[in-house]
Protein backbone atom coordinates (compact mmCIF):
# COMPACT_ATOMS: atom_id res chain seq x y z
CA UNK A 1 0.00 0.00 0.00
CA UNK A 2 1.25 3.32 -1.09
CA UNK A 3 0.52 7.00 -1.25
CA UNK A 4 0.91 10.12 -3.15
CA UNK A 5 2.36 13.78 -2.09
CA UNK A 6 1.54 16.54 -4.19
CA UNK A 7 3.27 19.44 -3.49
CA UNK A 8 7.30 20.87 -3.14
CA UNK A 9 9.00 20.93 -0.15
CA UNK A 10 9.29 25.02 -0.04
CA UNK A 11 5.70 25.36 1.02
CA UNK A 12 3.14 23.59 3.48
CA UNK A 13 3.88 20.47 1.54
CA UNK A 14 6.73 19.80 4.46
CA UNK A 15 4.30 18.74 6.48
CA UNK A 16 2.59 15.51 5.54
CA UNK A 17 6.53 15.21 3.47
CA UNK A 18 8.17 15.34 7.08
CA UNK A 19 5.71 12.83 8.11
CA UNK A 20 6.39 10.43 5.64
CA UNK A 21 10.17 10.86 5.89
CA UNK A 22 10.17 10.33 9.74
CA UNK A 23 8.31 7.29 9.55
CA UNK A 24 10.66 6.10 6.59
CA UNK A 25 7.47 5.04 4.80
CA UNK A 26 7.58 4.23 0.31
CA UNK A 27 5.28 6.89 -1.02
CA UNK A 28 5.41 8.79 -4.89
CA UNK A 29 6.15 12.83 -4.17
CA UNK A 30 4.90 14.41 -6.99
CA UNK A 31 6.91 17.61 -6.93
CA UNK A 32 3.93 20.33 -7.49
CA UNK A 33 4.82 23.86 -7.55
CA UNK A 34 2.38 26.48 -5.86
CA UNK A 35 3.90 29.41 -8.45
CA UNK A 36 2.37 30.33 -11.99
CA UNK A 37 -0.87 27.99 -11.29
CA UNK A 38 0.48 24.43 -10.42
CA UNK A 39 -2.05 23.76 -8.09
CA UNK A 40 -4.77 24.76 -10.41
CA UNK A 41 -4.42 22.94 -12.95
CA UNK A 42 -7.70 20.62 -14.03
CA UNK A 43 -5.79 17.58 -12.80
CA UNK A 44 -4.85 19.28 -9.42
CA UNK A 45 -8.18 20.78 -9.02
CA UNK A 46 -9.70 17.45 -9.41
CA UNK A 47 -8.21 16.30 -6.24
CA UNK A 48 -8.36 19.99 -4.14
CA UNK A 49 -11.31 21.96 -5.75
CA UNK A 50 -9.49 24.82 -3.56
CA UNK A 51 -6.66 24.76 -5.60
CA UNK A 52 -4.14 24.47 -3.04
CA UNK A 53 -0.81 22.19 -2.28
CA UNK A 54 -0.66 19.68 -0.59
CA UNK A 55 -2.79 16.61 -1.71
CA UNK A 56 -2.48 13.29 0.02
CA UNK A 57 -3.79 10.94 -2.04
CA UNK A 58 -3.85 7.52 -0.01
CA UNK A 59 -3.82 4.57 -2.26
CA UNK A 60 -5.68 1.73 -0.76
CA UNK A 61 -7.60 -1.50 -1.60
CA UNK A 62 -10.70 0.12 -0.98
CA UNK A 63 -10.54 2.79 -3.14
CA UNK A 64 -8.45 5.89 -2.78
CA UNK A 65 -8.64 8.46 -0.14
CA UNK A 66 -8.23 11.96 -1.04
CA UNK A 67 -6.63 14.60 1.81
CA UNK A 68 -6.37 17.95 1.72
CA UNK A 69 -5.33 20.81 4.61
CA UNK A 70 -1.33 20.67 5.46
CA UNK A 71 -2.31 19.73 8.97
CA UNK A 72 -5.22 17.12 8.00
CA UNK A 73 -2.22 15.41 5.62
CA UNK A 74 0.20 15.18 8.30
CA UNK A 75 -1.81 13.81 11.04
CA UNK A 76 -3.72 11.16 8.82
CA UNK A 77 -0.39 10.05 7.85
CA UNK A 78 0.77 9.76 11.17
CA UNK A 79 -2.43 7.87 12.40
CA UNK A 80 -2.90 5.90 9.43
CA UNK A 81 0.32 4.82 8.32
CA UNK A 82 2.29 5.03 11.28
CA UNK A 83 2.80 2.83 14.33
CA UNK A 84 0.98 3.35 18.03
CA UNK A 85 3.73 2.03 19.65
CA UNK A 86 4.82 4.90 22.33
CA UNK A 87 8.32 5.49 20.54
CA UNK A 88 7.48 6.64 16.91
CA UNK A 89 5.87 10.03 15.54
CA UNK A 90 2.46 8.48 15.73
CA UNK A 91 -0.02 9.37 19.01
CA UNK A 92 -0.09 6.55 21.09
CA UNK A 93 -3.40 6.86 22.77
CA UNK A 94 -5.96 8.73 23.17
CA UNK A 95 -3.93 11.62 25.22
CA UNK A 96 -1.53 12.01 22.60
CA UNK A 97 -4.03 12.02 20.02
CA UNK A 98 -5.87 14.87 21.79
CA UNK A 99 -2.39 16.79 21.90
CA UNK A 100 -1.56 15.83 18.07
CA UNK A 101 -4.83 17.64 16.94
CA UNK A 102 -4.96 20.47 19.47
CA UNK A 103 -1.59 21.61 18.77
CA UNK A 104 -2.14 21.44 15.54
CA UNK A 105 -5.38 23.19 15.02
CA UNK A 106 -3.06 25.50 17.32
CA UNK A 107 -0.80 26.31 15.29
CA UNK A 108 -2.61 27.28 11.82
CA UNK A 109 -5.03 29.30 14.71
CA UNK A 110 -3.08 31.32 16.86
CA UNK A 111 0.07 31.88 14.43
CA UNK A 112 -0.05 30.84 11.12
CA UNK A 113 -1.24 33.80 10.03
CA UNK A 114 1.19 36.18 11.61
CA UNK A 115 4.27 33.76 11.45
CA UNK A 116 3.86 34.28 7.32
CA UNK A 117 3.64 38.12 7.51
CA UNK A 118 6.64 37.60 9.66
CA UNK A 119 8.45 35.73 6.86
CA UNK A 120 7.53 37.56 4.07
CA UNK A 121 7.97 40.79 4.92
CA UNK A 122 11.49 39.95 7.11
CA UNK A 123 13.01 37.39 4.38
CA UNK A 124 11.05 35.86 1.71
CA UNK A 125 9.92 39.00 -0.46
CA UNK A 126 12.11 40.94 -2.43
CA UNK A 127 13.50 43.73 -0.44
CA UNK A 128 11.58 46.93 -2.04
CA UNK A 129 8.14 44.92 -1.48
CA UNK A 130 8.63 44.31 2.13
CA UNK A 131 6.76 46.21 4.95
CA UNK A 132 8.78 45.82 7.99
CA UNK A 133 5.90 47.68 10.00
CA UNK A 134 3.63 44.72 8.85
CA UNK A 135 6.06 41.85 10.26
CA UNK A 136 6.99 44.32 13.36
CA UNK A 137 2.45 44.51 14.20
CA UNK A 138 2.58 40.84 13.86
CA UNK A 139 5.24 39.92 16.18
CA UNK A 140 3.67 42.20 18.48
CA UNK A 141 0.79 39.61 17.88
CA UNK A 142 2.77 35.89 18.22
CA UNK A 143 4.10 37.40 21.45
CA UNK A 144 1.43 35.60 23.54
CA UNK A 145 0.66 32.41 22.09
CA UNK A 146 4.41 31.67 22.11
CA UNK A 147 4.30 31.97 25.31
CA UNK A 148 2.10 30.05 25.73
CA UNK A 149 4.07 27.20 24.22
CA UNK A 150 7.03 28.38 25.94
CA UNK A 151 4.76 27.34 29.56
CA UNK A 152 4.26 24.13 28.14
CA UNK A 153 7.79 23.14 26.64
CA UNK A 154 9.33 24.21 30.01
CA UNK A 155 6.47 21.93 32.29
CA UNK A 156 7.49 19.24 29.98
CA UNK A 157 10.83 19.52 30.44
CA UNK A 158 10.06 18.50 34.38
CA UNK A 159 9.04 15.32 33.11
CA UNK A 160 12.15 14.66 30.80
CA UNK A 161 12.88 16.20 26.72
CA UNK A 162 11.04 19.30 25.88
CA UNK A 163 8.24 18.06 23.25
CA UNK A 164 4.74 18.82 22.47
CA UNK A 165 3.24 15.38 23.64
CA UNK A 166 5.02 11.70 25.29
CA UNK A 167 8.60 13.47 26.18
CA UNK A 168 9.81 12.31 22.46
CA UNK A 169 8.96 13.80 19.11
CA UNK A 170 5.71 13.13 17.54
CA UNK A 171 3.24 14.46 14.47
CA UNK A 172 2.59 17.58 17.03
CA UNK A 173 6.37 18.86 17.17
CA UNK A 174 6.19 18.60 12.94
CA UNK A 175 2.80 20.28 12.83
CA UNK A 176 4.28 23.45 15.45
CA UNK A 177 7.09 23.42 14.15
CA UNK A 178 6.65 24.11 10.40
CA UNK A 179 4.61 26.86 11.54
CA UNK A 180 7.12 28.48 14.14
CA UNK A 181 9.80 27.67 11.80
CA UNK A 182 8.13 30.90 9.77
CA UNK A 183 9.09 33.12 12.91
CA UNK A 184 12.70 31.91 13.04
CA UNK A 185 13.78 35.59 11.31
CA UNK A 186 12.10 37.55 13.69
CA UNK A 187 15.32 37.16 16.24
CA UNK A 188 14.15 39.61 19.00
CA UNK A 189 10.82 37.58 19.29
CA UNK A 190 12.26 34.30 19.39
CA UNK A 191 15.13 35.02 21.78
CA UNK A 192 12.33 36.06 24.54
CA UNK A 193 11.06 32.08 24.07
CA UNK A 194 14.05 30.46 24.62
CA UNK A 195 12.82 26.98 25.26
CA UNK A 196 10.65 27.66 22.06
CA UNK A 197 13.93 28.09 20.11
CA UNK A 198 15.79 25.02 21.81
CA UNK A 199 13.46 23.05 20.73
CA UNK A 200 12.94 24.66 17.16
CA UNK A 201 16.37 24.17 16.31
CA UNK A 202 16.28 20.21 17.53
CA UNK A 203 13.49 19.92 15.40
CA UNK A 204 14.86 21.57 12.26
CA UNK A 205 18.26 19.44 12.77
CA UNK A 206 16.72 16.08 12.72
CA UNK A 207 17.40 14.57 9.57
CA UNK A 208 14.43 14.06 8.02
CA UNK A 209 13.84 17.87 8.20
CA UNK A 210 17.33 18.38 7.11
CA UNK A 211 16.34 16.21 3.62
CA UNK A 212 13.43 18.39 3.23
CA UNK A 213 15.93 21.36 3.71
CA UNK A 214 17.95 20.30 0.96
CA UNK A 215 14.90 19.49 -1.38
CA UNK A 216 13.29 23.40 -0.83
CA UNK A 217 16.14 25.02 -1.84
CA UNK A 218 16.13 22.72 -5.13
CA UNK A 219 12.75 24.30 -5.07
CA UNK A 220 11.49 20.42 -5.19
N1 LIG B 1 -4.77 25.92 4.59
C1 LIG B 1 -4.13 25.29 3.47
C2 LIG B 1 -3.35 26.35 2.71
C3 LIG B 1 -2.69 25.73 1.48
C4 LIG B 1 -1.96 26.78 0.65
O1 LIG B 1 -2.29 27.97 0.68
N2 LIG B 1 -0.95 26.32 -0.07
C5 LIG B 1 -0.20 27.21 -0.92
C6 LIG B 1 1.26 26.79 -0.93
S1 LIG B 1 1.98 26.81 0.69
C7 LIG B 1 -0.73 27.11 -2.34
O2 LIG B 1 -1.02 26.03 -2.80
N3 LIG B 1 -0.83 28.22 -3.06
C8 LIG B 1 -1.19 28.19 -4.45
C9 LIG B 1 -2.46 28.88 -4.79
O3 LIG B 1 -3.21 29.24 -3.87
O4 LIG B 1 -2.68 29.02 -6.00
C10 LIG B 1 -3.22 24.16 3.95
O5 LIG B 1 -2.69 24.27 5.05
O6 LIG B 1 -3.05 23.18 3.22
Known amino acids: MTFTVYGIAASRAVRPLWVAKELA ?22 INPNGHIPVVVDHRPEGDVVVW ?3 ACALYLARVHGVADGQSISPANASEEADALRWAFWSVTELEKDALTVLMHLVAMPPDQRKPELAAAAEKRLLPPLQVLEQHLTSQLARGPAYLSGNRFTVADVCVASVVGWCKPARALMAQVPTVSGWLDTCMARPAHQELRNLARMGQ
Request: charged residues 25%; negative net charge.
Open 25 to 46: LDFEHVRTPYLGGGARTPEMLA
Open 69 to 71: ESM
